[in-house]
Structure formats: C-alpha cells, structure tokens
C-alpha cells in the first residue's frame, strides 16, 4: 500500500451509524450491508467520513482515539483494517 | 365462521370445489384442494381461525393438488401453486400439510413487506413479547410451544412480523413446526397438545405440526409490544442459564435472521436498531422446560 495514498468514505452521506458500548453498526446506503465495528474502526471509519488521512494518519488517530492497553496500533493492524474497508465498498482512495 | 360449524366432510368438499378463505394472522389465504388428508388437516388444525368460502380480497391464493402423470400414483406427490405458480419441487404425497406450512411461509416472508419479517419466534405475555430468534435445530419451536403451553400466547412460531414504526408484532397463530425428538417432548410436557398426523421421511426429519391455542388464536388482532431477545439453545445436559449478550451483535444476527431486512434499506436498519434499543437481549441455554419456563417467568420489562 502506497503510505502517500489518502482514504476517504465513499459516499459519507451513505452511512448510518448505531452504538452500543463501544460497539458500533453502520449501514451502508449503497451497498445495503450492515458492518459490525469494534472501536478503532468505528473511530477511524468516522474519521474517514470527515476528511482523507494517509495510513500513517489513521496510526495516529487509532493510538489517539482507540488507545490499547500494552501495544500501540501499528501500520500493519490498520493496513488490515483500511483494506477490509475498501473491501466492503466503504472507502476509496483519494484523488492526489 | 369458523370450521368448527362444518364437519370434515363439508369442509373437504368447500375446499376441493370452490376453496377455502382462512384468516390467519393479519392476513386472508385462499386454499383450494382435493387432498382429503389436507383438508383433514386444516380442518383440525385451523378450526379456530375464523374462515368462509368467499372472500371479496384475499393476500394469498394457494392450490395443492396431486402430482401429474405417474405421479398420481406411483409415489404419489403434492405440489403446491401460489398465484398459479409452482414455487417448489412436489414433495410426497403425505407431506401435503407440511407442504402448505412450509409454502405459506414463503408467500408471506416474500410479500408482506410492509412488515419486517424476522425468522424468530415469539410469544407474549400481558402485551409484552419475547422474541426468539435461531437457526434451525436451536430448540426454538419446543421452548416456543412449551411456553404457549404455560400461560403464554403464541404470536409466532417461525415469522415475526415487527410493525416498522410502532415495532409491534403483529400475531401470525399458526401451528407450530415441532421436529423428531421435540414432538414427543412437548408431547407429554403439555398433555392437551393436538398435533396433526406426523409426517415423516421429511427432508427435515419427523414433522410434528401443534395447533396453536384457541385462546391465541382468538387475539390474533391483539398485538404485543417486544421487550426481549433471546436467543434459546437446547442442549442436552445443559444448567438452565440466561445471559446478557451484546446488543450490537444482537442486531447483527437479527439482521442476519430476517427474511426482508435488506428490502428496506435505512428504514430497516432504524428499526432493528430501536428494536434492539428496547429489549433486554440474553443467550438462554437450556434443557429442562420446567426451568426455562421458570426463567421466562421471571423476566420483567
């Protein structure tokens, strides 16, 4: 994966969001899936909704915002978690 | 009326001339055939739903017949018809009435879209419902019927049928499909259950279908407001053990179990999740019904 490459929602307008204790779901207009999201990617999805952030942008914002107890999150874990997003049809890659 | 006003024979011949209109939950089915042992078994099965031979509008016209050619009578069949068309393969003959079930599931779970229609049971009691959503071989039906048997109404045994804005459940009184092992079980655990004849050899097995309660069957216009998940799981030897469980991953498998969840997009998705949001949702494992029914006595909204 390029790091330069920016992610951003697909259509953020698409999404619907529901959460229970930390536990999120978000329905995807487009697609008519229903995604069950755990807190980092809740948060980074949400993120991704606002504005395009590279890989290294989105390690920031997981160790800001879904911190882990005895291990930072890495490149590898949200490299994981970004292409399981584009997988679903729920982000792209930005236009340079 | 009902069929309690005409005798088997009458009620054979209604059927096999002009057919039948049966009020089954919120709907009217039409159902024309002349497989006596159908009619023997409507007969005893819905002879509390409240029915006529005519039936200005009807939401589903349903024929059964025999099967055609050799199949008359060589492995005789029953083949099931919905407006005209054949949506399934003919099964044998002596699986008509399980035949109808299964098909009448299929017309309503593929049409009444003005509903959101979860593959769940559910039952209530004073205007409050449980739902109880799972795969098949769960122990849904026997906690199901084992329930309707100890003081609480049938809504559902298989489809249900949640209102998109209210959330209420619209009672759909109909048998409940009881398999193999769990027709003897509720057998003797509710001593007054009538079954109709038992069909075998069925690709699910043994099927035992249980008439649902007059008394349930009397307020199928009353409708119940869901107050809990649960999703049951028989298992032999198991301690009695209800347990809380994520809300998120309740609505998944909610989702997951509805026949028309997708077709409604967003306004799906709003309302399973306030579906969640109202009810307390729970694991239930169990294997004694004595024990179950004791738990679900005491949940309180």
Known sequence: MDSATKWRVYAPSALHWHEWDGEHLVYNDLSGDTHYLGKAAACLLRRLQDTALTLADLVDEANRLAPRDGRNWTEIDIQDMVLQFEGFGLIEAAAP | ?301
Not at chain 2, 46 to 62: E, G, K, L, S, T
Not at chain 2, 146 to 152: D, F, K, P, Q
Not at chain 2, 210 to 219: G, M, Q
């Open chain 2, 1 to 301: 009326m009902t069929s309690h006003a005409m005798n088997t024979d009458t009620f054979a011949r209604h059927l096999r001339q002009d057919g039948m209109t049966f009020r089954i939950g919120p709907f009217w089915a039409h159902i024309r055939s002349a497989l006596h042992g159908l009619a023997s078994g409507l007969h005893l099965l819905y002879d509390n739903n409240p029915m006529a031979p005519r039936q200005p509008f009807c939401d589903f016209h349903v024929t059964i017949t025999t099967g055609e050619g050799f199949h008359r009578f060589y492995r005789p069949q029953a083949r099931f018809f919905f407006n005209g068309h054949m949506p399934f393969k003919p099964l044998p003959l002596d699986q008509a009435l399980a035949l109808f079930e299964w098909g009448l599931n299929w017309c309503i779970s593929s049409n009444a879209h003005q509903y959101l229609i979860l593959h769940s049971a559910a039952v209530a009691k004073d205007g409050h419902a449980v739902l109880l959503p799972a795969p098949p071989g769960s122990g849904k039906s026997t906690l199901c019927a084992a329930l309707i048997h100890r003081g609480w109404r049938l809504l559902s045994d298989e489809l249900a049928l949640i209102d998109l804005d209210t959330l209420e459940i619209t009672p759909l009184c109909r048998p409940v499909n009881l398999k193999n092992k769990s027709i003897d079980i509720i057998g003797e655990y509710a001593g007054n259950a009538v079954f109709a004849p038992l069909a075998k050899d069925t690709l699910k097995g043994t099927i035992g279908l249980l008439k649902a309660p007059a008394d349930s069957v009397a307020r199928m216009n009353e409708k119940a407001r869901p107050a809990w998940i649960v999703f049951p799981q028989y298992q032999a030897g198991a301690a009695t053990r209800l347990t809380d469980r994520s809300k998120a991953q309740t609505a998944m498998e909610v989702g997951d179990n509805a026949f028309n969840y997708s077709i409604h997009g967003v306004r799906g998705f709003d309302a399973l999740t306030r579906l969640v949001d109202r009810c307390a949702c729970y694991d239930f494992e169990y294997e004694n019904l004595d024990e179950a029914i004791d738990v679900f006595s005491g949940l309180t909204p």
